[in-house]
């Protein structure tokens, strides 16, 4: 295993601990809105801090990218963090959430993981290493059409602006598969697709630290991963259209007849 995974693992149990500890006193949390419908806690400053320290500890000159504290440092290798992802599932007791930590070195993402501590799954993937959950080799699904596939999605609940167009995708897709999921954990989402739990995924207007590493999970375990117009800027646009490649084509099909010109940038 590389070393920076290796860290990045330990830093991940590391803010999980935080997140487990703090569910005794979920309602003395102090709790702020960033933006509409946009939450963060004490649990998450302190979960993004200690993850900060251990990389640090053990990478003093990387650079942070994180949810909370933005941008830190100049380097070439990134440490991209989100250290809860769902707060509004955790501070609602709703069980789906997760810690996910992705290392891009030069502009690309070599290194993820994202770290669930209610179940103790550790799902991570190096490049050209593979993907893997616990020790478990990941593969994305064999699944061939929409038609029997459980899909996951994501509500576009911070760009009320855009939910006449999400809607139209939904009611596109929705038809066409078995059934529909939505977590709320963008990232946890991602390592389904990837460990085969759903067979495709769909969201806009993600951030950089949903994605890093849950797109690095999906690739390895032999997935696609692209824009809602098959393209690769979903990591400016934060629009994602994630699945096999059989998946992935025809949730592309439904998607993109409904897109308003916001949306295909």
């Known amino acids: 295993m590389h070393p920076m995974l290796n860290i990045a693992i330990r830093a991940a149990r590391s803010a999980g601990n935080i997140i487990i500890r703090s569910l005794q006193h979920v309602e003395h949390l102090e709790v702020t809105t960033k933006g509409r419908n946009d939450f963060v806690s004490d649990v998450d400053r ?116 855009h939910f006449p167009a999400y809607s139209a995708t939904f009611n596109a897709v929705f038809p066409e598969v078995a059934d529909l999921r939505r977590g709320g954990s963008a990232a946890l989402d991602l390592a389904y697709v990837a460990a085969g739990r759903v067979d495709g995924y769909w969201e806009l207007g993600l951030q950089k630290w949903d994605l890093a590493a ?24 934060g629009n994602v259209v994630a699945g096999n490649i059989n998946v992935h084509q025809q949730l592309l099909k439904q998607i993109t007849p409904h897109l308003t010109d916001a949306l295909k940038k």
């Open 46 to 161: 302190l979960a993004e801090q200690e993850i900060i320290n251990v990389i640090h500890k053990a990478y003093p000159d990387h650079a942070i990218l994180a949810e909370e504290s933005g941008q830190q440092g100049d380097s070439d290798t990134v440490w991209v963090i989100d250290p809860l992802d769902g707060t509004a599932n955790f501070l609602h007791g709703f069980p789906h959430y997760c810690v996910s930590i992705g290392i891009i070195v030069r502009g690309k993402i070599e290194h993820g993981v994202i770290y669930d501590p209610l179940r103790d799954e550790l799902f991570t993937a190096t490049r050209g290493g593979g993907a893997q959950l616990n020790d478990r080799r990941l593969r994305v699904t064999k699944q061939k059409t929409l038609a029997g596939s459980l899909i996951a999605t994501g509500f576009p609940f911070k760009y009320l602006e």
């Open 214 to 237: 849950g797109v690095l999970l999906i690739e390895e375990a032999g997935g696609v991963v692209s824009d809602f117009t098959g393209g690769d800027n979903y990591r400016q646009n």
